[in-house]
């Protein structure tokens, strides 16, 4: 098992290294980015904000419950709310469930046009079939999820508003308070240089599986599910590297 993962790190590292090639046409690749973009991206906003409003509502009921002590101001639920959204959900957990979204999309993508020949067609032409289809998704989705990071913050942060406004469990003016409370302005720029090596993770592990499908439908399946569990488990451990070199 050792071998075959170092096998495979290598087979990655010549499939990036042909990857990141300059583009044949320049045109091409600029249409093909903002087409992925869009589809990687943007199509990416609405479960964003679906998932972050009830997250931040669900962490700021959870905070108001567990903080009890009259010892801890009633502002620590703000406070609270905003340090747990910029310091981990809209960051790792958000790139944990675009991992599922954006990574199984584009290694059936990808392991779709294996299967039917697209690729190897694309290679008798002489294109870097690799250049071709996967640095643009690469590069649009590295270069958009920041958006989807701060949107996440954002949007976190007023759904925990929402539960204030409309509940007796904690004031607005606590709430609003705690959010200002003790601001630290890199914990936002901790959490969009997570996100863009993050995006990074899931678009190129993801392209890996899809590129090197052998097989027909099923296999192109099991491609997209290991590319979704591969990205989840380096999410996890180079969150640990980064909380390290980041924080410390």
């Known amino acids: 098992m050792f071998i075959n993962s170092i096998a495979s790190f290598g087979k990655y590292c010549i499939f ?6 300059a583009p044949d046409k320049w045109k091409e690749f600029f249409k093909r980015l903002v087409f992925e973009i869009n589809k990687l991206g943007v ?5 964003v904000i679906i998932i972050s409003l009830f997250i931040g509502a669900v962490i700021t009921i959870q905070m108001t419950i567990n903080i009890v002590s009259p010892l801890i101001p009633s502002y ?26 954006v990574g199984s999309n584009i290694a059936s993508e990808i392991g779709t046009m294996r299967v039917t020949e697209q690729i190897d067609a694309l290679d008798i032409m002489g294109i870097n079939s690799a250049n071709f ?31 204030a406004e409309f509940t007796t469990m904690i004031s607005v003016e606590d709430y609003v308070f705690g959010i200002q409370s003790f601001f630290n302005e ?4 901790y959490g969009i240089i997570k996100t863009v090596i993050f995006a990074y993770i899931i ?23 290991k590319a979704v ?20």
Do not use: H, N
Request: charged share 10%; with cysteine.
């Open 76 to 101: 620590s639920t703000g406070l609270a709310t905003r340090e747990i959204l910029l310091l981990e959900f809209s960051s790792t957990m958000m790139c944990l469930i675009l991992a599922g979204k």
């Open 133 to 163: 289809v996967v640095l643009p998704k690469i590069i649009g989705f590295v270069f958009f999820v920041p958006v989807l990071c701060i949107l996440s913050m954002f949007v976190g942060l007023v759904g925990g508003w929402i539960i």
């Open 186 to 189: 890199w914990y936002v720029w």
């Open 203 to 225: 678009a190129s592990v993801s392209a890996f599986y899809g590129y090197f499908v052998k097989g027909g439908a099923l296999e192109v399946g099991q491609a997209s599910t």
């Open 43 to 47: 199509d990416s906003i609405p479960l």
């Open 16 to 21: 990036i290294a042909q990857v990141f090639r």
């Open 229 to 248: 569990v591969s990205s989840s488990i380096l999410i996890l451990f180079f969150d640990v590297i980064l909380t390290k070199l980041l924080l410390q």
